[in-house]
């Protein structure tokens, strides 16, 4: 057998192979087979692409933004050049299908069109005479050293929520992937240095919770951006800020999406087919609870049913292919055991895809769509993300016990309300407890101009990611006092008042 190739790091400008350290496995979903092997950086490791941070942070921040949005645009040119190849990565390593992985990218790439405009962005304001002959203006400044620690389910598109923003507006970077999806990052590290970031400003350290843990301790790391489950970014966000560090950490997911009487039935139920199994269900804005309010449900379990036993499940790198396997066999394995749960708690499983096997990938990480019924908020497929391919329906009598369902819910990620109606998606978007609503939209992810973020225990922190919350959330504001007294000032003793 060959050996397989092994992923390391990227530290001050230079791929680093590692010199010690454990090393995790890389596997291919679609075939089951290990194909390569991720090396895990040790503390001192990390500390060493701390330090070529730190080292880059003075003159990457006095670099003026114009400069380093040039360096944004060069960046956006040279991913779309390399689309093709950073798909194939994503397919290769998570899973889904090619089609899915560049939409990923594209979504990214629009966070790097929203930091080309940095120089505007950065504008501070500036107030004349506010005393006699005393201005005061208002400029944000970048923090120094942040983190990004993001998870396998997006290789390329959640590390550019970060990177982008946090690049522009004058910090340096060190991104710990996930190890189960560790190319790309080695990839956007080539990419951003064929565009022209000086070495030290970007870093890749791979690695698990060790590796974090250094991250999260260093007195040198100003924030951390964090993407992943729920116990995690909890675990991140308490540890961080009480290293004094600011924190944004953006969790798990239960969405929902509520088909009400008066709406398109068809439509919803694409909608809910394309959100709930899309990426076999592996997004964190996934679709996977149905609420039927009033009497729709039963048409609407029918054609759910015959739009689910449709998917076509195949390698990601077929181009027809809906639904690529799962990431690996023990989350196979997981997402399993919860449709065994629901079984066991008394939910109707309407189409059972547990035992889905593509011929000539037997071994590979697949698993068939499934479509549960009858599921009531004590059930544990409810309440737990599962993280797969598996949509629940439940029924409820109005609007106000679907409002009532969702703010309910623990998390609070996105939320769908599908009405012909203008006053109820009114009423639903004011009073729904969840941070991205859509209206007869499935899967709210809000463009790069807007900022992305959820409620409850989808997010522990103050800010959304990019959009105006990024620049917010990657740079302090400073506010500067002005007076040129051309006359002798007397001392003052009292508070000053203009
Ligand atoms: P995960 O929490 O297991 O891992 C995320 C990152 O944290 C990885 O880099 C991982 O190495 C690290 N990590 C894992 N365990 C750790 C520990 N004990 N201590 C420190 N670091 C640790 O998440 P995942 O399985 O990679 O991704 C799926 C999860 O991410 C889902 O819950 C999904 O909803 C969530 N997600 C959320 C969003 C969002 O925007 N809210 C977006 C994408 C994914």
């Not at 670099?63 to 060069?74: S, W």
């Not at 239960?254 to 199994?277: E, T």
Request: glycine fraction near 10%.
């Amino acid at each position: 057998m060959n050996t397989p190739h092994t992923i390391a790091h990227y530290i001050n400008g230079q791929h680093y192979a590692g010199t010690g350290g454990d090393t995790g496995l890389v596997y291919n979903p679609a075939t089951g087979q290990t194909q390569a092997q991720v090396r895990y950086a040790t503390a001192d490791e990390v500390h060493l692409a701390i330090t070529a941070a730190a080292a880059a942070f003075p003159a990457w921040s006095a670099t003026p933004p114009l400069k380093r949005a040039r360096i944004m645009f060069q960046f956006k040119a040279l991913l779309e050049q390399n689309m093709n190849a950073l798909a194939r990565a994503i397919t290769l390593e998570h899973g889904k299908t090619i089609n899915d992985a560049r939409g990923e990218i594209i979504r990214g790439i629009e966070v790097v069109e929203f930091a080309c405009g940095i120089p505007h962005l950065l504008k501070g304001e500036f107030s004349d005479q506010v005393g006699a002959g005393i201005d005061t203006h208002s400029v944000r400044q970048a923090l120094g050293v942040v983190a990004g620690i993001t998870p396998f389910n997006f290789p390329v598109m959640v590390p550019l929520w970060m990177i982008p923003m946090a690049l522009a507006t004058g910090n340096t970077f060190v991104l710990k992937p996930s190890e189960r999806t560790p190319s790309a990052s080695l990839m956007i590290a080539d990419l951003l240095a064929q565009a022209g970031l000086p070495a030290g400003v970007f870093n890749v350290v791979q690695g698990d919770k060790l590796v974090v843990d250094t991250l999260l301790h260093d007195s040198r790391i100003q924030a951390i951006s964090f993407v992943g489950s729920t116990p995690v970014a909890e675990y991140i966000y308490t540890t961080a800020t009480a290293q004094g560090k600011r924190v944004q950490a953006l969790g798990g997911a239960k969405n929902h999406l509520v088909v009400m009487p008066d709406a398109d039935l068809a439509q919803a139920a694409d909608a809910l087919i394309g959100a709930g199994f899309g990426s076999a269900g592996e997004r964190c804005m996934a679709i996977t609870v149905a609420v039927a309010v009033g009497g729709v449900g039963a048409s609407l379990v029918a054609q759910l049913a015959e739009k689910t036993r449709a998917i076509r499940i195949n390698q990601g790198l077929d181009e027809h292919a809906d639904m690529g396997p799962l990431v690996t066999s023990q989350h196979h394995a997981k997402v399993k055991s919860y449709v065994d749960t629901g079984v066991a708690e008394g939910a109707t499983l309407v189409v059972d895809g547990r035992d889905f096997k593509l011929a000539g990938h037997e071994a590979g990480f697949f698993m068939g769509p499934c479509l549960f019924d009858q599921v009531t908020p004590a059930m544990k497929i409810y309440q737990a993300e599962i993280f797969g391919p598996v949509l629940c329906v439940m029924h409820v009598a109005d609007f106000t016990a679907a409002l009532k369902l969702v703010n309910d819910h623990e998390y609070g990620n996105g939320v769908a309300i599908f009405t012909r109606d203008g006053n109820t998606a009114r009423e639903f978007g004011r009073h729904v407890q969840v941070g991205m609503v859509g209206v007869n939209v499935p899967i709210p992810v809000p463009i790069a101009f807007h900022s992305f973020g959820g409620w409850k225990r989808s997010l522990f922190g103050d800010h959304h990611v990019y959009g105006a919350e990024g620049v917010r959330f990657y740079s302090r504001l400073k506010t500067i006092t002005t007076r040129w007294p051309n006359t002798q000032i007397a001392t003052e003793f009292v508070m000053p008042t203009m």
